[in-house]
């Protein structure tokens, strides 16, 4: 209790009494100072004042009675504010129970990111980047993935690898499937598309494949095969030549072969000799022009006569190389028209 001046302290008492009416309901009356000796302010300093000890000293003693009109509250209408007994217990309990659980939480949340190796710019080997995600060293895909484009470092050749295969494929806007490559685990590669293509670095075609032809654009086309190649069907090309210092062969072991052209049909044997072996006739027709042979002309095993039988013709050369028939008892002059 603070201190009070000794001119100035008063004691109170609070009474109720019903009797008394509303307007003058309470009542407050002050007593003096008590200042005498061996009370709380003997020697004039200030004290404590204690309301259970007894006034002393000679100064009067006034009594304040404050008369009440006001029935006490029953107990059963006073409600207590705040949680109390069982109810506090739970709460306490639940508290301690959450507090557990987020401090749990925490240490698993570090410990994932430790394991893990979360950083700044991305999950150990998994970097997320500007252009888009690098991953170092192997990655394993347990389902499909989506990507625009896939590379690898400039020192670094690209694998791709699956156990059940690897089928690549292209959607348009609409979703349908445009093209496919399939690598399958029996060793058989297919492709779908409608035009399939080989194009060298400078973007050059090389070969092309659609449901109407199959074609090669280059200078030179080399068949390794030793045992030759089978064509089913026409061949149209150029030029046919073999590799160096190995003979061309043209082939047909149970059919014939045919060499046509609408043009010009020119077999050049520059460095050799050019034969043709035939099991019965080999013919020569020109339609409209002239047969030319350049050179000097050997024609061995032929079959002589005995001058018996029937008269046959003679054979004469121009002076120009040109053949023409005499008769067989006729001199071998022939006249310009025949031999101009």
Not at 256 to 261: F, P, R, T, Y
């Given at each position: 209790m603070p201190y009070r001046d000794r001119s100035t302290v008063q004691n109170d008492i609070w009474t109720r009494d019903p009797s008394v009416p509303a307007p003058s309901a309470y009542e407050r009356h002050s007593t003096q100072p008590r200042g005498a000796s061996g009370g709380p302010y003997a020697g004039g300093r200030p004290g404590i004042i204690d309301p259970s000890l007894p006034p002393s000293g000679a100064g009067p003693a006034h009594t304040t009675i404050v008369h009440s009109t006001m029935k006490p509250v029953p107990d059963s209408d006073i409600y207590r504010v705040g949680i109390y007994g069982w109810r506090k217990r739970c709460l306490y309990c639940f508290i301690l129970i959450l507090t557990l659980i987020i401090v749990i939480n925490l240490v698993l949340t570090v410990w994932i990111m430790i394991v893990l190796n979360f950083g700044i710019d991305g999950m150990g080997a998994l970097k997320v980047t500007d252009d888009g995600i690098r991953v170092t060293g192997k990655t394993k895909f347990e389902k499909s993935v989506q990507f625009s484009q896939i590379s690898t470092e400039n020192n670094k050749a690209l694998t791709l690898e699956s156990a059940l295969g690897v089928s690549l494929s292209a959607h348009n806007i609409s979703g349908d499937t445009t093209a496919s490559l399939d690598l399958a685990t029996n060793g058989k590669v297919s492709a779908s598309c409608e035009r399939f293509e080989i194009v060298d670095r400078d973007n050059k075609l090389l070969f092309f494949a659609d449901s109407n032809e199959v074609g090669l654009k280059l200078n030179n086309l080399r068949i390794l095969d030793d045992g030759g190649t089978v064509f089913e069907g026409a061949i149209q090309t150029g030029t046919i030549r073999p590799e160096p210092?190995?003979?061309?062969?043209?082939?047909?072991?149970?059919?014939?072969?045919?060499?046509?052209?609408g043009q010009d049909i020119e077999l050049l044997s520059s460095a050799g000799e050019f034969s043709l072996n035939a099991l019965q006739d080999i013919n020569l027709n020109s339609k409209k022009g002239d047969i030319h042979f350049d050179g000097r002309m050997y024609i061995s095993g032929l079959e002589r006569s005995h001058g018996r039988g029937t008269a046959q013709y003679q054979l004469c050369v121009c002076q120009n190389g040109r053949l023409f028939m005499a008769a067989e008892n006729a001199d071998c002059r022939a006249d310009k028209d025949i031999c101009e």
């Open positions: 210092d190995t003979p061309l062969s043209l082939e047909s072991p149970t059919r014939g072969v045919k060499i046509s052209a």
